[in-house]
């Protein structure tokens, strides 16, 4: 794409957002950014989401590949808080179904005047492998793609460690669960890292932990009541069934009995520690009841927020597109006012191509 260079096909060439893939590669400013906007959209009285008009005029088009309830849903009414016109395509009753290759739907759609793609995939890597074929004007945002990536989950939870917390500097996050399957904490551990937590660990059995955790920056614990120990927040996350080639825990049942997070377990933690989950929540597997439902819980929270900080990646991103066409504007305003006609300016034109 023309307009998008360097290494992260994420940043125009301001250093702006102009997709949004991962956490990856951005600076701590981008996702202070996020985290900021979002804050704007939320009406500190009443924690009700703002309706405003800044995509009115804009379509953006929700492909969800996988099935999703959370993400989809906040989505489209982060999308529509917006006042941005939505369409989301059925995948099953979609040409992509009937043999259609990806690209070519995509570029159909495209060709419907679309502004921005939403894309949840399978596949590892495939919100990039989108943006590398959309139009230079068209916006990407990564809802998800197989084990990657899901930028805007770890944006939410970094909202809500924020909302309660003040900040995420100088943190004990724990995270505890399948870390080895899942996306959202691989968008967890670095935005964490940006924002300077303190310490970033990860619970879990062997079987289901990150390969280099080192690389990661991350601590390592297979011993659940060590590994909540005196921490800030704690993060379930659920066992990915479904992305596991083989059995990798004895049981559920089993589990629950080592990793879940129960009453007594949250004890170990700071007494104003909170508790979260991406979900889809698994009681009586990854997290009780009593703790899903207790007063240290922001699950819901999570989910409330998670519309404005989806309203604040897209505005963003709609935003510096807007600047950039200015300044491309400014630019050819600036060349246009050469007056080729004065000797000196010629002169430093020969001299600068010589």
């Not at 989950?153 to 995420?168: E, N, P, V, W, Y």
């Not at 997070?261 to 170990?268: D, G, Y």
């Not at 200015?326 to 050819?332: M, S």
């Amino acid at each position: 794409m023309s307009n998008l260079t360097g290494p992260n096909i994420q940043l125009n060439e301001l250093g702006q957002l102009h997709h949004f893939l991962t956490i990856e590669g951005l600076k701590q400013h981008h996702l202070v950014e996020i985290l900021d906007t979002a804050e704007s959209f939320i009406n500190p009285k009443t924690r009700e989401i703002k309706q405003v008009p800044i995509l009115r005029g804009k379509t953006i088009m929700n492909l969800f590949f996988e099935p999703s309830t959370r993400t989809r849903t906040t989505f489209e009414i982060a999308e529509k808080r917006l006042s941005a016109q939505v369409e989301s395509l059925d995948i099953q009753t979609s040409a992509a179904k009937k043999g259609e290759s990806l690209l070519d739907t995509l570029w159909n759609l495209q060709a419907m005047q679309t502004d921005m793609f939403v894309i949840r995939h399978a596949q590892s890597g495939a919100a990039q492998f989108f943006s590398q074929h959309v139009a230079p004007h068209v916006h990407v945002l990564n809802a998800g793609d197989g084990q990657h990536a899901h930028p805007t989950q770890a944006m939410l939870d970094m909202f809500t460690i924020r909302k309660h917390k003040g900040s995420i500097y100088d943190l004990k996050v724990a995270i505890v669960g399948d870390v080895l399957h899942s996306r959202v904490v691989r968008s967890q551990i670095q935005a964490l890292s940006i924002l300077e937590a303190r310490e970033i660990r990860v619970v879990g059995p062997k079987t289901l932990m990150p390969e280099s955790p080192d690389a990661m920056g991350i601590h390592i614990y297979h011993d659940m009541e060590e590994g909540i120990k005196d921490v800030d927040v704690i993060i379930m996350v659920r066992l990915q069934n479904e992305r596991m080639t083989s059995a990798l825990i004895p049981s559920e049942k089993e589990f629950f009995k080592l990793y879940g997070l129960t009453k007594e377990r949250l004890a170990l933690a700071k007494p104003d520690a909170i508790v979260m989950h991406p979900g889809p929540i698994n009681r009586g597997v990854e997290i009780s009841s009593a703790v899903a439902d207790g007063p240290q819980s922001v699950i819901l929270e999570q989910v409330t927020y998670g519309i404005a900080v989806r309203m604040a990646v897209m505005s963003i991103i709609m935003s510096n597109a807007a600047q950039l066409k200015q300044h491309h504007a400014e630019q050819e305003a600036a060349q246009a006012s050469l007056n080729l006609d004065d000797p000196l300016t010629l002169d430093a034109i020969v001299e600068a191509n010589s």
